[in-house]
C-alpha cells in the first residue's frame, strides 16, 4: 500500500472537514447534537470550520472567532458529556487515518484531543 500524504492545502481541509462533519451528522450519539440540538447547517459552518483548521494547521490566520463560546450555548440547551468529546475525537481521528498521514495529520489529531479535553474541562467547571 502507497503511504498517504499529508494534509497540505485548504483542499485537504475541506475534505476532511466535510467527510468529518457528513460522519458525525449519521452518528448515532452525535448526530442527534449537530441537527436537533445545535440545528446546524453544514454548508453554512463549512467554511467556519474550514477557517478553523486552516488556521491551526496550515498556519493561514483565517480564523479570529472563540470557539469555545458556541460550545458553551449548546451546553445550556444539551449538557455535554465526555462521551460526546471522546467519540467526537474518535471520528476526527478516523477521518483523518482514512486519507492522511504525517506530522501535521498527527499535529491535528493531537489538537483536537487537546481541544475537546479543554473543552470539556471548561464546561464542566461552568456546569458545577
Not at 54 to 78: C, I, M, Q, W
Not at 104 to 111: G, L, M, P
Request: a negative charge.
Amino acid at each position: 500500500m502507497a503511504q498517504a500524504d499529508d494534509i497540505e492545502t485548504r483542499d485537504d481541509i475541506e475534505w476532511i472537514v466535510r467527510t468529518f462533519y457528513s460522519t458525525c451528522f449519521e452518528d448515532e450519539l452525535l448526530g442527534p447534537v449537530f441537527t436537533d440540538v445545535a440545528q446546524m447547517d453544514l454548508e453554512d459552518h463549512m467554511p467556519i470550520m474550514c477557517d478553523f483548521w486552516e488556521t491551526l494547521l496550515l498556519d493561514a490566520d483565517k480564523y479570529s472567532r472563540n470557539a469555545f463560546r458556541p460550545h458553551v450555548g449548546l451546553n445550556r440547551k444539551l449538557p455535554l458529556e465526555a462521551r460526546h468529546f471522546n467519540r467526537w475525537i474518535e471520528l476526527w481521528a478516523a477521518t483523518i487515518d482514512s486519507r492522511f498521514e504525517g506530522p501535521i495529520a498527527q499535529f491535528a489529531k493531537h489538537r483536537a484531543w487537546r481541544m475537546g479535553s479543554s473543552m470539556l474541562t471548561r464546561l464542566q467547571m461552568i456546569n458545577t
